[in-house]
Nanobody
Framework: QVQVEESGGGSVQPGGSLRLSCVAA????????MGWYRQPAGKDRELVSL???????TYADSVKGRFTISQDASRDTVYLQMDALKTEDTAVYFC??????????????????WGQGTQVTVSS
C-alpha cells in the first residue's frame, strides 16, 4: 500500500510564506513523481506543481516565480515553498503521488495516490 500524508498548511497574510511537506512511501511500488494540487472553495481541483523522480519540476502559470517544489528522496518527502502568497492562493492543497509496479513510464507525472488535504488561507 501507499501512505500519503501532508503537513504545513495554515493562515498567512498576503505577501507571506508557507511551506508544505508531504511524505509518500511504499514498500512494494516505485515512486515516479509527486506534487501538489489545490481546490479553492466551490471550484475544481487544479494542478499547482509536480516533480518527477528524476527531479524535473512543472508549475502552473499562476504560481511560477512564487512557488518552488523540491524533494528529498531519502526521506520520501516533497516540499512546496510558497512565497509572495496571494488571496487567490487560498485553497485546500492536496499532495499527489504516482507509484507504479514494475517501474515508471516516460512522460509527465500521473498521480494515482492522494493525501487528505491541508488548508491554506491567505487573508488580511
Amino acid at each position: 500500500q501507499v501512505q500519503v500524508e501532508e503537513s504545513g498548511g495554515g493562515s498567512v497574510q498576503p505577501g507571506g510564506s508557507l511551506r508544505l511537506s508531504c511524505v509518500a512511501a511504499s514498500q512494494f511500488y516505485t515512486r515516479c513523481g509527486m506534487g501538489w494540487y489545490r481546490q479553492p472553495a466551490g471550484k475544481d481541483r487544479e494542478l499547482v506543481s509536480l516533480i518527477s523522480s528524476g527531479g524535473f519540476p512543472t508549475y502552473a502559470d499562476s504560481v511560477k516565480g512564487r512557488f518552488t517544489i523540491s524533494q528529498d528522496a531519502s526521506r520520501d518527502t516533497v516540499y512546496l515553498q510558497m512565497d509572495a502568497l496571494k488571496t487567490e492562493d487560498t485553497a485546500v492543497y492536496f499532495c499527489a503521488a504516482e507509484f507504479r509496479a514494475g517501474g515508471c513510464a516516460p512522460g509527465p507525472v500521473r498521480p494515482n495516490f492522494w493525501g487528505q488535504g491541508t488548508q491554506v488561507t491567505v487573508s488580511s
